[in-house]
């Protein structure tokens, strides 16, 4: 049987020299790319073929390009690395209606084992923080956008307290996603004091260190949301 050998464009093959010496620690973190005309005669290829290759390496938050400097070589953070796929998800969100019940599962399934980790892991400071984020909360509910920007904020407070940065990242990508579905609920009647009062219940919960009490009252909170949201659109 023919196995047929892909033709790779040029700016591939500079991609891959370039994240080698990256990875070999030959370009260190922090430094500067040599500029275009050098990759170009170190390579032997021409400028548009090294343009693609930085500008792919920027996209995934490899490099950094400021007009007129070098590349330079970046940590990319977990924010940046998610980040780059909000405008597919929400297209996607957008164009097929399933994904955004399959958004809530995953919400669902992620921040119940946040605020079971929350619960383990929680220092007095940082449920002295939460307790000071539902107080903000409450001062924001006069206004839509704030309102929901807090509820984005608490959430994402519980998802650090793991100690993992992924987490909140994730839970904050989630919440950019699918904002518009947000708004619809928190304009449903009463939504707001009974987002308040669940959000109290899942911090006296972490308070506690009480793991199952507080993934039980996560599970609650997303859930009695994904069914007012139901209802409210459906009326």
């Known amino acids: 049987m023919t196995e047929i050998i892909p033709r790779r464009k040029l700016y591939h093959e500079v991609l891959d020299r370039l994240m080698e010496r990256i990875r070999s620690g030959s370009i260190p973190l922090g430094a500067h790319l040599p500029s275009e005309r050098e990759l170009m005669e170190l390579y032997g290829v021409g400028r548009p073929a090294v343009r693609e290759a930085l500008q792919a390496m920027e996209r995934s938050g490899i490099v950094e390009i400021a007009h007129g400097e070098r590349a330079r070589v970046v940590v990319p953070t977990a924010e940046q690395l998610i980040g780059q796929i909000a405008g597919g998800a929400m297209h996607l969100l957008r164009t097929q209606p399933d994904m955004l019940q399959h958004l809530k599962e995953a919400r669902i399934f992620l921040e119940t084992g946040t605020a079971r980790l929350a619960a383990e892991r929680a220092t ?59 708004q619809t609920m928190v304009r449903a009647p009463g939504a707001e004091e009974l987002t308040l009062s669940e959000h109290q219940r899942i911090i006296d919960a972490i308070a506690a260190h009480d793991g199952d009490a507080a993934a039980e009252a996560m599970h609650s909170h997303l859930n009695r949301a994904n069914e007012l949201y139901r209802r409210f659109v459906q009326s």
Do not use: T
């Open 124 to 182: 007095d400071e940082q449920v002295a923080r939460l307790r000071l984020k539902i107080v903000q909360h409450r001062a924001s509910m006069v206004n839509l956008e704030e309102f929901i920007d807090r509820d984005m904020e608490f959430h994402c407070e519980i998802a650090a307290i793991s100690g993992n940065p992924i987490f909140p990242a994730i839970v904050e990508s989630m919440f950019g996603w699918a904002r518009e579905y947000y």
